[in-house]
């Protein structure tokens, strides 16, 4: 996806809801987590609160499927 970052892997997802008070970055973290097998705390929004591209930062060595 253009990321040519050493260590990062770039996952595309659509969440249709209307943005409201942050709770739709909430459920991509929580679906983040759980797809990953991660607790919540361990997946980080590093950028893109506002805006419809976003980075999360993972643990290294995370298993991705």
């Keep these: 996806m253009g990321d040519r970052s050493i260590g990062r892997t770039a996952a595309a997802g659509a969440d249709r809801r209307a943005p409201v008070d ?11 987590a759980t797809s990953l097998g991660l607790s919540k705390s361990k997946v980080v929004l590093e950028k893109g609160g506002t805006s419809r591209f976003k980075t999360f930062e993972i643990p290294d060595g995370t298993e991705l499927p």
């Design 22 to 32: 942050g709770k739709a970055n909430t459920a991509l973290r929580d679906f983040l």
